[in-house]
């Protein structure tokens, strides 16, 4: 396969925003990555073809118009279509801001944005890390407003979406989303909206492309470690807040789920 990439200098540690790299690459039938605990935050846009990601538990499939996000200390595989794979441009991204822009605005858990042509920002990117007459901390300062316009855009896109979402369905999501410290069933759910246990899993996976319980497990892995970034509490009392009565199972799940049990995610 080939790639035209851009290597910035290295900046300091404490930079809030900086490019290691950017690229575009033309992938081949053996394109796979594999990365445990990523140390950057990555945003690909996908110029033609498709493939597979797999991130958070789930399997997606990213193709031509779509955008896929890899963020911060994520575990992830993503591998192009044999028969049709990738051409991508790409841009690693680095610091605290990246990730805390995806907080901001609620995208922590979103890793595919279909149908949503954001090239023009990607290439702005792209081109301006190659200006050979800009000093790297001049390129990194331009590219931190383009990288929060690209989430800003992101993020009206799927409210877009969001105002499509049947009704029933917000009600569920909504149910899962105050209730994270349960573990609310499928049968609970159904008698919110009337429906049988088949039918409202049927509705929520068309509406959010998971089940239920995928989402409320993702969210639950979520809040945990915004726990274990932010607070002092013990593994087993940060378990109990997230619905999870066993410590051990909770750390089985975490590191199914990341790559890394809950003591060392917390330490790293």
């Not at 890899?70 to 591998?79: A, Q």
């Not at 858990?109 to 792209?126: C, D, H, R």
């Not at 800009?134 to 105002?163: C, G, R, S």
Request: proline share 5%; net charge positive; aromatic share 12%.
């Amino acid at each position: 396969m080939r790639e035209d990439i851009v290597h910035l200098p290295p900046m300091e540690p404490e930079a809030p925003f900086y490019l290691p790299m950017v690229g575009i690459s033309y992938c081949d039938s053996n394109y796979k990555i594999s990365r445990k605990c990523s140390h950057t935050c990555c945003l690909e846009y996908i110029l033609k073809g498709s493939g597979t990601l797999e991130i958070g538990g789930k399997v997606l499939h990213p193709s031509q118009g779509d955008i896929y996000i890899l963020p911060l200390l994520s575990s992830h595989v993503y591998y192009a279509d044999s028969d049709d794979p990738w051409i991508k441009i790409w841009i690693d991204a680095r610091g605290v801001l990246p990730n805390e822009l995806l907080r901001i605005y609620g995208l922590e858990s979103i890793y595919l944005v279909k149908g949503l042509n954001l090239y023009a920002y990607f290439k702005e990117i792209f081109d301006l890390a190659g200006n050979k007459n800009l000093d790297p901390a001049v390129i990194n300062q331009q590219a931190a407003l383009i990288f929060h316009h690209i989430i800003q855009k992101i993020t009206a896109h799927l409210n877009q979406k969001q105002m499509q979402i049947p009704d029933e369905a917000k009600i569920l999501k909504t149910h899962l989303d105050r209730n994270i410290e349960k573990n609310v069933s499928v049968k609970e759910l159904a008698e919110l909206i009337y429906r049988s246990p088949s039918q409202t899993i049927r509705i929520f996976k068309k509406a959010f492309g998971c089940t239920p319980y995928d989402y409320a497990l993702n969210l639950k892995i979520e809040m945990a470690k915004l726990y274990l970034k932010n607070t002092s509490f013990k593994i087993k009392e940060i378990a109990y807040r997230v619905g999870f009565s066993d410590e051990h199972y909770f750390s089985n799940v975490f590191r199914n789920k990341t790559g890394m049990n809950p003591k060392s995610f917390r330490n790293m």
